[in-house]
């Protein structure tokens, strides 16, 4: 039987290392964004990296963040992000 705190030792380093990813749909609503708009920067450019594990598309969370936070605006008079 497998100590739980050894496991949670465990699945910490992992988190640590390897990155968290989540399925377009919910990457969309942590973004706050349909899903469609997503797919259509896919396809356009300008949306967050993500990944491709056969036919599934992922996004690494830190991804997400690092884009999100590229679109941070102190006001509406800026003409690029913080």
């Known amino acids: 039987m497998t100590n739980p705190d050894s496991r949670n030792e465990v699945q910490a380093a992992l988190d640590a290392v390897l990155p968290e990813f989540l399925k ?3 990457a969309a609503a942590m973004l706050q964004l349909h899903s469609r708009t997503l797919d259509r920067y896919r396809i356009t450019g300008g949306g ?9 598309v992922v996004y690494a969370l830190a991804d997400l963040a690092d884009w ?9 008079s800026q003409t690029g992000a913080l």
């Open 68 to 76: 999100a936070a590229a679109r941070r605006y102190r006001n509406t």
């Open 24 to 26: 377009v749909s919910e």
């Open 48 to 56: 967050p990296a993500y990944y491709m594990f056969g036919t599934a």
